[in-house]
């Protein structure tokens, strides 16, 4: 039987010659970690060449290299180790035994994918960590048992300037603060943006709540400065809820939910301020979200009623007109007080629903009664932001045959706030077919005056609290005299409501009022109660008489 032909022996010249034009960046080093051998591709890579029996940390210093890698042995047979270069690039190194103790390493460049990996980490606006970036660090410090606190960030008044300047400005406007949020961090906080203009700064370590205070002062300070970009000036604010560990849980999501809670507290005190995290703010979100999933079902059970309060001309005594006012009556609750569940209507957006609700109701009500006279329906400043508000006001109308001229739409300033130009646009587009409007809670804005120029209201509602405030208050009284004189020049007429007193009365007709509303003058009743009365018109002397107030 013929042998087989011996295999060809390659001597080791061969072997050095195929490595050097490989295409991958080889590096030989004999087992006291010199190097023997650098291919064409690992000295392109490293920038430099080594020396005839070069240590291998000398090489990697000459080159301007960070970083070193352990040489393999029999105890661990391959070596692992990522570099920089002086350029920036990142390399991964892999060092394996050779049969002579000496050792092979393999070098590749992963700067791209360290690029890409650090992109999926940043948030790509602001180059702040990310979502996924705080929660990992969140996660990998509560695993630790390590102390932290989370201050979580939202911006007061920023959709305003997005939706007013446009979103280059609102992007440059969020890398502002970025930057001046880098400038409260300390070394080893992690300052995130988690979208929008929801920021959080992660604190690892223990700190007393005198600390944090200071921290989330300088936050709102900072944040609250003015901006100026692009030739605008350009004022914001921030409001912080803070959150701390082990305290407060020792759960990510837990803490994150803390952290939103005292946030929301904040913003419902007023802004541009910081809450900490207490228990009772989750005893009352659970409540609030026991009465949004109430209010929810209340729409399809039509629990919903409404109440009617007379409007009284001062002139002539008279009932000129009703005020709708929204009644909820829960099967487990009871009557349940608007305080209690407008505002969760209004954070919900349910408020929507149950103002069209409302708004169709009060007209077929009006639309029945014996006397011409007017309905007052509020408006929420949510429902402006629904492109299908007219075409809901002209539908209730015509649904009910309601003359336009009966109905008086009741806007607060807040609603002329965020897009002033579109929410009088619409005004006067209701104001061409005949309705009516009106400025409820006149007094209690800061620029109501600038709208009265640009909007010709039908009448100004002053607020209940400078009514109340009459007799105790020389100023609240000063500033119902100044109301009633500027709706006289402006042709509006005024009325005083939460009138509760035979003095309070006396003193609202001295102050020039036109009309007044309260609990004095007729006490909020029901449609049928409403027709009835209207059935047999009585003057105001007559109502105080019988109800005897």
Known sequence: MPMPDPEPVVQPDAYLAALLE???????????????????????????????????????????????????????????????????????????????????????????????????RRDPLTGLANRVTLHATLGRLLQADEPLTVLSIDLDRFKSVNDTLGHPIGDTLLRKVAERLGTVAADGDVVARLGGDEFTILKPGQFSQQEIKTTAKRVVDLVGRTYALEGHMIHIGASVGITQAPQDGTDNDVLMKNADLALYRSKAEGRGRFRFFEQEMDEQMQARRAIELDL???????????????????????????????????????????????????????????????????????????????????????????PTLAQTVLSALANSGLAPERLELEITENALIEDTDAVIALLNRLRDVGVRVSMDDFGTGYSSLAYLQKFPFDRLKIDQSFVRGMGENPEAGAIVRAVAALGASLGMKTTAEGVETEEQLAAIRLEGCTHVQGYFTGRPMAAADASALLTQPRRVAEIIEEEGL
């Open 22 to 120: 490989l295409a991958t960046p080889v590096l030989l080093a004999d087992a006291s970690g010199r190097v023997e051998f650098a291919n064409r591709e690992a000295t392109a890579l490293l920038g430099c060449t080594a020396a005839p029996a070069m240590a291998l940390d000398g090489l990697f210093a000459s080159c301007g290299i960070q970083g070193r890698i352990a040489l393999p042995d029999a105890a661990a047979p391959q070596r692992f180790a990522q570099m920089r270069l002086s350029d920036g690039r990142i390399v991964n190194v892999e060092a394996r035994l050779l049969p002579d103790g000496g050792a092979a390493l393999t070098l590749a460049d992963v700067s791209a994918f360290v690029r890409e990996a650090e992109r999926a």
């Open 296 to 386: 929810r079902r209340a729409l399809a059970l039509k629990e919903f009623e409404l109440a009617y309060q007379p409007q009284v001309d001062l002139a002539t005594q008279d009932v000129v007109g009703f005020e709708a006012l929204l009644r909820w009556r829960n099967a487990a609750r009871g009557l349940v007080s608007p305080a209690e569940f407008i505002p969760v209507a209004e954070e919900t957006g349910l408020i929507v629903a149950i103002g069209e609700w409302v708004l169709r109701t009060a007209c077929r009500d009006a639309a029945s009664w014996p006397e011409p006279i007017s309905v007052g329906v509020n408006l929420s400043p949510l429902q402006f932001r629904s």
